[in-house]
């Protein structure tokens, strides 16, 4: 009984509640928002949303191409900040506004409630969206390694965009909310804030102004022509393999006056700013729909098994989606969603009836689709049968002909291969890399395609393959791809000492 009634007070947790509206559902080019919202609030969003891509886009060097529908940055808007931190769930997350999950064919994230109607002034909680948004802006568009100050200052440059009443977006407005940092929290030298594992190792658990700093030195050095060509030629040091303190010093002379540089530059009375004119930005078709009733039903469910659960956690959220599947028996979103809660509490037939009868009703439901490929590929590994593997890769390469560009079912076709101990065939193989070309900011696809051309002793495409994760700003101390990258390096240079040695020898012969 305790357990219906926690199910019960969940439901009413995440779904609508009084004085709200209705679920809508906003379908732009890059991203996908679910909010309890009015048509005219959530279409808002989305059209503030687009605008920042494309300013980003404007100002930058990307890809500009639409991803693939699947690909595309899902938000659910939760009712407060309270819900968010219990999505979270790990750590001290007291302070937390908004987070995001970047993943292969799934990216998302979850905020409280934004209020957009009150001028180009961002709230807490989109100000956290933007600034995760522009670490995935920065993973698809620049493919090489940069040090974690300028992926943070990075980051919080772009953060605070200012949308205004003309429709223009400005870009790299003075970043109010580092004010304490700034001026207040414990300083962070000049050394440590360009080398990463300098500042790893002296962190201390108090309040720092890391974040702020990487702000600033990034607004100072993306302001001036002649500093951004320092940039360049720093991060062209980096990725040849220089150290921090050295790239940095021989890009950008002596560090203590650049330090003095950066105190004036805060002290100055104007900041400049990159405003980006309405006539300059490209917002595609935005489409508003309102849920029906089974699929806000699913809402809560949906939200909980995307964002990603435990043991625990699954085995109570799949409770909640066979009592709205009773419910609703035909809606083919709420047998999805059921088919996931399946999957994840590890009852992997039921997973395959669900999805089979959202399929039934909707045969292009991807998450049915997939929900079903994982389930196919879960008997595959159990029986370990030539049968139940064939059928997994018949699934996904089925899925690939609904959604080409979608990289779920690139990857675990690649996979059904390694997890069979077979060679994988050539398309799994260029499935693989392609699947990384599509969703170049997960973590763990650029691992795996990086240790596949490690095994292949593709050296020099290892490097650059892993390269971007070096300094990920969230990896821990004994970050793997460091260390893959590292070995990478070595086998470069021994190869081209070997090389060497061998020319010399072969010119002796000749003389």
Do not use: C
């Not at 100072?220 to 303190?245: A, I």
């Not at 059921?338 to 395959?352: K, Q, R």
């Not at 699934?395 to 779920?408: G, K, T």
């Not at 690139?410 to 990384?436: C, N, R, T």
């Amino acid at each position: 009984m305790r357990r219906v009634l926690a199910t019960a007070a969940t439901l009413v947790l995440l779904a609508s509640g009084e004085a709200r509206a209705d679920w809508h559902e906003a379908s732009s080019d890059h991203f996908v928002i679910y909010a309890d919202e009015s048509e005219k609030e959530i279409r808002k969003y989305s059209d503030r949303l687009e605008r920042y891509y494309s300013a980003m886009s404007f100002v930058l060097p990307s890809r500009k191409n639409k991803p693939s529908p699947s690909n595309r940055v899902t938000i659910y808007v939760v009712r407060n900040e309270r819900i968010v931190r219990k999505l979270y769930g790990e750590g001290d997350n007291r302070y937390l506004q908004g987070f995001y999950v970047p993943r292969a064919g799934g990216s998302l994230a979850i905020i409280p409630p934004i209020d957009v109607g009150s001028g180009g002034k961002t709230s807490g909680s989109e100000l956290v969206l933007m600034h995760e948004y522009a670490h995935h802006f920065m993973a698809e568009n620049a493919g090489y390694l940069v040090p974690r100050w300028y992926s943070e200052g990075f980051a919080e440059y772009f953060a605070t965009a200012r949308f205004e009443s003309d429709g223009a977006v400005g870009l790299g407005l003075p970043a109010q909310h580092r004010a304490y940092e700034l001026f207040e929290a414990k300083d962070v030298s000049i050394e440590r804030l360009l080398d990463s594992k300098l500042y790893a190792a002296q962190k201390s658990k108090n309040y720092d102004n890391f974040y702020g700093r990487s702000w600033l030195l990034f607004h100072y050095m993306f302001t001036s022509d002649d500093r951004r060509k320092q940039v360049v030629d720093y991060l062209n040091r980096l990725n040849r393999g220089e150290p921090e303190l050295a790239s940095a010093t021989a890009a950008f002379g002596d560090l203590k006056a650049l330090d003095k540089a950066l105190d004036d530059y805060l002290r100055q009375r104007k900041m400049q700013y990159i405003r980006v004119p309405p006539d300059r930005l490209k917002v595609g078709q935005i489409s508003v729909r309102k849920l029906d009733e089974a699929e806000e039903a699913s809402m809560p469910i949906r939200i909980r098994s995307k964002r990603g659960v435990d043991r625990k956690i699954a085995a109570e959220v799949v409770l909640e989606a066979r009592e709205a599947a009773k419910r609703y028996p035909d809606a083919p979103a709420v047998q999805a969603a059921l088919a996931e809660a399946e999957f994840d509490a590890g009852n992997t037939e039921a997973a395959i009836r669900a999805a089979d009868k959202a399929l039934a009703v909707s045969p292009d439901n991807m998450t049915a689709l997939i929900q079903k490929g994982y389930a196919l590929t879960r008997v595959a590994t159990e029986t370990k049968t030539e049968e139940a593997w064939k059928a997994a890769r018949k699934h996904f390469v089925s899925v690939n002909r609904i959604e080409n560009d979608h990289p779920i079912p690139l990857i675990y076709y690649y996979l059904s291969f390694v997890q069979q101990d077979l060679e994988p065939s050539k398309p799994a193989l260029d499935g693989l890399e392609w699947a990384l070309e599509l969703a170049p900011y997960d973590a763990g696809v650029r691992m795996m395609v990086a240790a596949r051309q490690m095994q292949d002793k593709r050296f020099l495409e290892a490097i650059h393959t892993i390269s971007p994760l070096a300094y990920h700003p969230h990896a821990g101390e004994d970050n793997p791809a460091m260390a893959l990258l590292e070995a990478a390096r070595e086998q470069v240079a021994a190869s081209s000492k070997s090389e060497t040695a061998a020319a010399s020898k072969s010119e002796s012969a000749a003389n």
